[in-house]
């Protein structure tokens, strides 16, 4: 399978998707971490996938969002941002808003 194909198929089969370094559980780095901690507020189920185990991946991501940094975050197949632009929608309720959940 095409890297672009993995990808398009991991953003539209599941509802919430991170492409960070590292896991949720243990972020690789503070952009990651910063990702998760705003995920784990809202509770909602997400999956996190690991791009520093696949530089094809880790490259691929960047292309098929046409955005070079991680993490990267999609909701329901479209791209939202990474870790500022997620930050900044929590912080607004943007986010809390597109996902269907309440603010905190």
């Given at each position: ?29 503070g952009f990651s971490a910063g990702v998760v901690k705003v995920l784990d507020a809202i509770g909602r189920p997400y999956i996190g996938i690991d791009v520093l ?52």
């Amino acid at each position: 399978m095409a890297t672009s194909d993995r990808i398009r198929s991991l953003v539209t089969e599941n509802e919430i998707v991170v492409f960070m370094k590292g896991e949720p559980a243990a972020p690789q780095c503070g952009f990651s971490a910063g990702v998760v901690k705003v995920l784990d507020a809202i509770g909602r189920p997400y999956i996190g996938i690991d791009v520093l185990n696949d530089p094809f991946l880790r490259e691929g991501i960047k292309e098929y969002s046409d955005w070079p940094t991680l993490p990267q975050v999609y909701v329901r197949g479209e791209f939202v941002g990474g870790c500022d632009i997620v930050r900044e929608m929590y912080a607004s309720g943007e986010l809390q808003a597109l996902l269907g959940t309440q603010s905190a």
